[in-house]
């Protein structure tokens, strides 16, 4: 989905498909055929954007069969698709049954990270749109913050700083310019945007920047403000944003409210949860360590380096799961809920802080990135009660979501192109 921004530049509209992972290019072709196509049609759009996530063993069909690669533009036009951003965090294994800490390698001290990324930059110089000179690829904020030692933080430099020259070689090739964002996320090396500025010091910033998570940005309780506005000091681009939102619990003392909680703790993906005290932001590696397990030593200022490990909790608070989390301040976890559909009462979700990004990612006189992507991979994780148990309702679901931050962004006084 288009839309022209007031300033007359186009805003890019999508949604992420890792919500139906795929590892192979034949998968990636169901995917489009079984589940994109359907979300355009109830949209009742004759073309709608999608973020691409092509994992390794899809991206290296493509990479080595140009034909392959022509096929697949083909089959996107065909469907009334189009593509200007890949998802790039995900490497491999993102639809196992147990994903947890795996989706963090390989990570950017790999060799593997560097070839994948360049790879799915000159694969999105092919799928361009023919009237659209720039794409993004968002990709992993580093590594997961154990183990990760000076060494390996210049080490992880040196690989973007290889990469910003590939890329700047592409765009004399292609005339298209690609730029990546590195995605701040709880429990990561680059967590938050103030490790972000600090990470990307000595990083070529005109191709290296920031994709700006909101659900990630909320469960750190991050003020969108000051964190877009340390970005604009900081000279520091953001080539594409993710429109999330997370799971929110206002008085997680309550045995009702935790009992909620624990409806969301499930085996396959993390879900980092925080809270912030008059101490600082505390937080657990996962839900269920936050109901009743070990807090992880966790400092809101840390830098990227090197950071210990989970610790035996020390929280204090006085609800049923023993020790854990503190909680007489809200908590927050990084469960991408659907936009449009927030948890039952006593739970609500983190909408209100996109809604804030969002006015201020281009509610201004220009836009501070021109990719939005929807990204709530986790349909399949909700409570069993909600998940959408057909093709037809997570299409249904897709589209809402879409709805919704179409209706946003109109709001905000862009217009819908067709």
Known sequence: MRFRHPDGSTVHLAYCTNVHPAETLDGVLAQLRDHCEPVRRRLGR????????????????LTADPASLRALRTELDRRGLEVVTLNGFPYEGFG????????????????????HTTDLARLLAALLPEDVGEGSVSTLPLAWRTPFDARAAATARTALTTLAARLDALQDLTGR???????????????????????LIDVPRHRIGVCLDTCHLATSFEDPRTALDALTAAGITLPKAQLSAALHAEHPHLPEVRAALGTFAEPRFLHQTRTRTAAGLRGTDDLPEALTGAEADHAPDHAPGPTPGPTPGTGTGTG???VGLPDATPWRAHFHVPLHAPPAPPLTSTLPVLQETLALLVGGPRPLTRHLEVETYTWQALPPGRRPRTRARLAEGIAAELTLARDLLTDLGLKELP
Do not use: F, M, N
């Open 46 to 61: 004759d073309r709608i954007g999608i973020g691409l996530w092509l994992a390794r063993e899809a991206a290296q069909t």
């Open 96 to 115: 196992a049954d147990e994903v947890k800490h795996r989706v963090y390698q390989p990570d950017w001290t790999r060799p593997e990270r560097l070839a």
């Open 177 to 199: 310019s690609i730029r990546i964002g590195l995605e701040p996320e709880p429990g990561c090396t680059v967590e938050t945007v103030a490790d972000a500025v600090t990470a």
């Open 320 to 322: 049923t799961g023993g």
